[in-house]
């Protein structure tokens, strides 16, 4: 793939513009691939069907904790990196970091019980 071919994620723009540093053979892009057909299928059958829309910087529904692969966090990291720069995805990881050390127990805490 051309970096003027469009992107393998489906999204029709460029290769170059839109995942840069993701070869399409690649795991990251398999799991790319899967969420935008998952995305596109919530909002074909899901979302349209019970008027359910989610607003830019909505989380109602979404406030739990989850676990994510290295390759889903490489691929969250390298997001941030390039849409909101290094200042910002410093503060992301930082903030990240704190809500992990406020909800997880300590080492201590496991040791004592």
Do not use: W
Request: proline residues 3%.
């Amino acid at each position: 793939m051309g970096r003027n071919d469009l992107c393998f994620c489906g999204s029709g723009k460029k290769q170059k513009k839109c995942h840069p540093n993701i070869n399409e053979d690649s795991v990251a892009a398999k799991i790319i691939k899967l969420y935008t057909q998952l995305s596109k299928e919530l909002e074909e059958n899901v979302y349209g069907k019970k008027n359910i829309k989610c607003e830019k910087g909505c989380n109602a529904c979404c406030k739990d904790y989850f676990a994510i692969s290295e390759v889903e966090f490489a691929i969250i990291m390298d997001y941030l990196y390039n849409n909101c720069g290094i200042e910002k995805t410093n503060i992301i990881i930082k903030k990240a970091i704190a809500c992990l050390l406020y909800t997880s127990p300590s080492p201590r805490d496991v040791e004592e019980s």
